[in-house]
């Protein structure tokens, strides 16, 4: 398990560690059952985090420090179209 999956489940249990103080049934559960329950936890994040988050991986596996990985990831998908709207697009003409 890498360090950053330990840091959120940590922060995870802990969260949930504070709101049983409140009596609360389904913290109770949960925490008496963690490693059970681990298996319902999702992640939720934006798309474009990721995506920013597994270009400067590749930047970094590419040799660059975190700091040019994270800049050329951004140069990177800032070079990238940007999908236009259906409603942006001019109309056809015929």
Known sequence: ???CLM???SL???T???HAYTDSEKASFIL???EAELAYFVKVIPIDYRSMMH???AQRELGLSQEEAVMEAFVLKNQRPKPVK???K???VH
């Open 1 to 3: 398990m890498n360090n």
């Open 7 to 9: 840091k959120e489940r």
């Open 12 to 14: 995870s249990r802990s």
């Open 16 to 18: 949930i560690e504070k």
């Open 32 to 34: 008496e059952n963690w």
């Open 55 to 57: 270009q400067i991986d």
């Open 86 to 88: 259906e409603s942006e």
């Open 90 to 92: 001019p109309a056809a």
